[in-house]
């Protein structure tokens, strides 16, 4: 495998842009399935009929408004290791959320980016697996630019933040450097990437309330285990925790 650099992944690689999709992760998979594809291919859109999150949930998100995209990446790790794709991806989020502004990012596992208690953005890596390794990942990601109203939804946007309109394309470039320089990172040891991670977590060492298997628990976040398991302290012992297990109240 070739080495990789921060510009290598991006530079010289398609960018398509559709009006309008089901998602921009259906759209990517099914495109490089019909037409293979490096690394660094980039899907963007204006709007998704069904834009996708984690345990089936959706996506919404007002027409032109919001930055909405999906790329390629095939990183050399082990389906033991896939949660390091969340914590780059997270990481870069967090970096272009500073880099326009905004530094009170965190990341609320395993998938969402929250300011203070609401969401500006959400993560969905779909990947394919053979013989125990990660062939290939789509990474979508869903990021509120300069959608104002939300309705019901416990959600904010860049311009909530700032009193300012950014652009959708530059926002998208900037994210696309840090990823660059992240990504160079993921064969790094667990340990080493975990603790950026941590230092960003969303209600680390806090009380928090949540759902697991219908019982309504308590406990404090603590850790993240090497699978990506949340690690909560409660009462006196430390309990791992899956995706999709709990729920927070």
Known sequence: ???????????????????????????????????????????????????????????????????????????????????????????????????????????????DIYIRDKKISGILIESQVSTRKITQSVIGIGLNINQTKFNRLNATSTYNELQINLDIKNTLKIFCTFFGEEYLRVNDDFETLKNNYIRNLYQLNKEIRFIYEKNILSGRIVDIDSDGSLVILSNGSKEKFNFGSISFI
């Open 1 to 111: 495998m070739c080495k990789k650099t921060a510009s290598s992944i991006f530079k010289d690689k398609i960018n398509i842009y559709v009006s309008e999709c089901l998602s921009t992760n259906d759209f990517l998979t099914k495109y490089v399935k019909k037409n293979p594809q490096d690394e660094g291919i980039i899907i963007i859109s204006d709007f998704q009929t069904k834009g996708k999150g984690q345990r089936a949930n959706t996506w919404h998100s007002d027409r032109g408004e919001n930055l909405l995209f999906s790329f390629l990446v095939k990183p050399d790790l082990s389906v033991n290791d896939q949660f390091k794709l969340h914590i780059i991806t997270s990481i870069s989020i967090i970096r272009t959320l500073s880099k326009v502004g905004i530094y009170d990012a965190k990341i609320k596992w395993p998938n």
